[in-house]
T-cell receptor, first 114, second 116 residues
Framework: NAGVTQTPKFQVLKTGQSMTLQCAQD?????MYWYRQDPGMGLRLIYY???????DKGEVPNGYNVSRLNKREFSLRLESAAPSQTSVYFCASRTGTGLGNTIYFGEGSWLTVV | AQTVTQSQPEMSVQEAETVTLSCTYDTSESDYYLFWYKQPPSRQMILVIR??????QNATENRFSVNFQKAAKSFSLKISDSQLGDAAMYFC?????????????FGTGTRLQVTL
């Protein structure tokens, strides 16, 4: 009963390096999301995917790209990491696009850019 | 765009007592959901309670209940009989429907301490 699985859990990058955060869900959910959480702030939406093959920008998309590889997987890529991208990243998923469905979060990925 | 405001950065409650966390939001929409999420030190986001905007009755989940005032755009969380395990960050969140997918907008959170 894995739910939403994110990898890696911890990562330290140097400025300018690239990396991809992986997310997979085993609940056959249509919608998937990437959020970031900074100190003193709530979660902010980076990108989301309403269904396989579609992606849309959220509130803070600059510096990121995403890929909805298939229904299960939704990856977040930092092409050239910056210290401002130091944050905790959360992947989430839910079964449909309607208002009532529960959203499930992964356990978070701690990213530090030095 | 919708905004969610939590004006209490920190709150403290004694074990077995009751505490209320405040949340206000701004929207022009009539159909939406509101949520309270708990985030313990592990950082996992745990759904505590949710409220549909079209329902007048306040949601209740065991020791957790809300006071939903739609006209005032207020959505407070009451925790009764507080327990040590309730200590966490609590986030209020608003969900709207965008047409392609619904998105959550979070407040900045309230850190709840529970003392003996």
């Amino acid at each position: 009963n894995a739910g939403v699985t994110q990898t890696p859990k911890f990562q330290v990058l140097k400025t300018g390096q690239s990396m991809t955060l992986q997310c997979a869900q085993d609940m056959n959910h249509n919608s998937m999301y990437w959020y970031r959480q900074d100190p003193g702030m709530g979660l902010r939406l980076i990108y989301y995917s309403a269904s396989e093959g579609t992606t849309d920008k959220g509130e803070v998309p600059n510096g990121y790209n995403v890929s909805r590889l298939n229904k299960r997987e939704f990856s977040l890529r930092l092409e050239s990491a910056a210290p401002s991208q130091t944050s905790v990243y959360f992947c989430a998923s839910r079964t449909g696009t309607g208002l009532g469905n529960t959203i499930y979060f992964g356990e978070g990925s701690w990213l530090t850019v030095v | 765009a919708q905004t969610v405001t939590q004006s209490q950065p920190e709150m403290s409650v004694q074990e077995a007592e009751t505490v209320t966390l405040s949340c206000t939001y701004d929207t022009s929409e009539s159909d939406y959901y509101l949520f309270w999420y708990k985030q313990p030190p592990s950082r996992q986001m745990i759904l505590v309670i949710r409220q549909e905007a079209y329902k007048q009755q306040n949601a209740t989940e065991n020791r957790f209940s809300v006071n939903f005032q739609k006209a005032a755009k207020s959505f407070s969380l009451k925790i009764s009989d507080s327990q040590l395990g309730d200590a966490a960050m609590y986030f209020c969140a608003y969900r709207s429907y965008t047409g392609t997918a619904s998105k959550l907008t979070f407040g900045t959170g309230t850190r709840l301490q529970v003392t003996l």
